[in-house]
């Protein structure tokens, strides 16, 4: 089971990269100034969330090919799925008259499904990643991947907006970015990734129970980004949904980050997840 989503996990990775690449690379040519400012904030966000991420006990394993690849899941083959799916979900939401949640329908439906994809093909194709906070770690990286290259391309592509200055472009989508939605989709597939740990990796639960939680914290995840996504001219519901969603969403990955952490205690390396071993079966 391991060995085939490890190789199957190998090929969608590469299947995404080139979906990575080109829509970077064909921009960076008309436009190479804010191309390579937005590569220098995308390498400095990635290394330094990954290195906070990196000092707490909630990191996994040894190595690095499971945060790569989370990261690469993120970053290209979310992306790959979402771009030949979103446009024509956008489009009927649109058909439909639902322009007010129309990218609520395509990013929340197209995005949250590839990146949480991911994180299930990554927790089963490596054998260390195996207690239910590993699931929320995978996801927040792959969250991470998928962030930082809508990050880096926006920046590049909507560097042209500023009316004077591709540099100040630049820094508008970055800072709007960072500051107006910190960490959004490190937050979603955290979470959904939370739920898709308990799932596989619980012990002594039922069927019902693992569909349940993994169901359950997708579907948390899944309204936090609709919610997020909401458009319109209506002032009080566009800004109301980011009001309530951001509660939601921050509230929930708080929870879950202490819940994590609390989990991830440094004398239960033997733990096993919901398990009613006494403390001294479990330290020895």
Known sequence: MSKLFRYSLFLFILL????????????????????VISTVFTV??????????????????????????????????????VSVSAPSIIDLAAHTGATTTAASWGGAYPEEIAKATGVVFILLAFKQLNRPWHGFVIGMLVGLGFESFENLLYGIVMSP??????IMGVLQIWGARVFLGPF?????????????????FAADRSLGWRLTHALGWFVVAFACHFGWNILGDDLVLLIGSKIVTGIVLYASFIYVWVAAYKAAKPHDELYTAVSQLPNKQRTH
């Not at 970077?24 to 436009?31: I, N, P, R, S």
């Not at 959004?184 to 596989?200: K, M, Q, R, V």
């Open 161 to 166: 907006i500023h009316p004077s200055s591709d």
């Open 44 to 81: 400095l966000y990635l290394g330094i969330l990954i290195a906070v991420v990196r000092k707490t006990r909630l990191w996994p394993y040894q190595g690095w090919a499971p945060a790569l690849l989370a990261v690469l899941w993120g970053a290209g083959t979310s992306y790959a799925l």
């Open 184 to 200: 959004l989709h490190i937050a979603f597939t955290g979470l959904a990734g939370w739920g898709i740990g308990w799932a596989l």
């Open 16 to 35: 995404g990269l080139p979906f990575m690449a080109l829509p970077v690379l064909t921009h960076a040519l008309a436009l190479p100034v804010p191309a």
